[in-house]
């Protein structure tokens, strides 16, 4: 059983250019989630797809930033429009649906996007 | 309004001691869930357990354990017998009934010292 999968590992950008992250989440996870994680903080969450919909957002996620699940299975983050704010670990994560339970969330290596 | 808290921001403890870290919440949800993650230097973060608001159980799982207290909204992690490999930063987490994100704390780095 394959864990979650982030593609790049690493990405550096210069400001003012577009990027864009996929995240493969485990195999028959319906719920994948996009964190942030910059330098000696804890993951900040950004957003939440349930299937290929997208049940909740971050005041966070600025209107740079997209994120998708076309068919329910991988997702994308996009940020256009770099700025070196934008740099730091962009964690995906998923978990499965359970029915009256709760499943703890799985984590990628992360993105690290580094922004120059 | 949710809140995590680990005020130890890094400890160091020479291997075979015991060491354990703090978490201390905030949340007005009466069903809420607790959970702490390891981020070693790989950086992936592994998820360690998950605790609900209804169960106040203590749990030990091999050299760790976890002690969870509504009374003072505290969900402490006790490493027994620490070794190296447990060198890693610590992340407790927070996730309410009626959201799916989780809330984490600043994260406490542990070193252990051989």
């Known amino acids: 059983d394959t864990g979650v999968s982030q593609n790049p590992r690493h990405k550096i950008t210069k400001r003012g250019q577009n990027v864009t992250f996929r995240c493969d989440p485990i195999?028959?996870?319906?719920?994948l989630y996009w964190y942030r994680q910059t330098l000696g903080q804890g993951p900040e969450f950004l957003t939440y797809f349930q299937n290929e919909a997208q049940l909740e957002k971050s005041r966070l996620l600025s209107d740079r930033f997209s994120a998708e699940r076309p068919k329910g299975s991988f997702s994308t983050l996009e940020i256009q429009r770099t700025e070196q704010g934008d740099s730091a670990m962009y964690l995906c994560?998923?978990?499965?649906?359970?029915?009256?339970?709760?499943?703890?969330?799985?984590f990628g290596p992360g993105t690290r996007l580094t922004v120059l | 309004a949710q809140k995590v808290t680990q005020a130890q921001t890094e400890i160091s403890v020479v291997e075979k001691e015991d060491v354990t870290l703090d978490c201390v919440y905030e949340?007005?949800?009466?069903?809420?869930?607790l959970f702490w993650y390891k981020q070693p230097p790989s950086g992936e973060l592994v998820f360690l357990i998950r605790r609900n608001s209804f169960d106040e159980q203590n749990e030990i799982s091999g050299r760790y354990s976890w002690n969870f207290q509504k009374s003072t909204s505290s969900f402490n992690f006790t490493i027994t017998a620490s070794q190296v490999v447990d060198s890693a930063v610590y992340f407790c987490a927070l996730r309410d009934s009626g959201t799916y994100k989780y809330i984490f704390g600043t994260g406490t780095r542990l070193k252990v010292l051989a």
């Open positions: 195999s028959e996870h319906n719920r």
């Open positions: 994560a998923s978990s499965s649906l359970g029915a009256g339970w709760v499943s703890e969330q799985f």
């Open positions: 949340t007005r949800d009466t069903t809420y869930y």
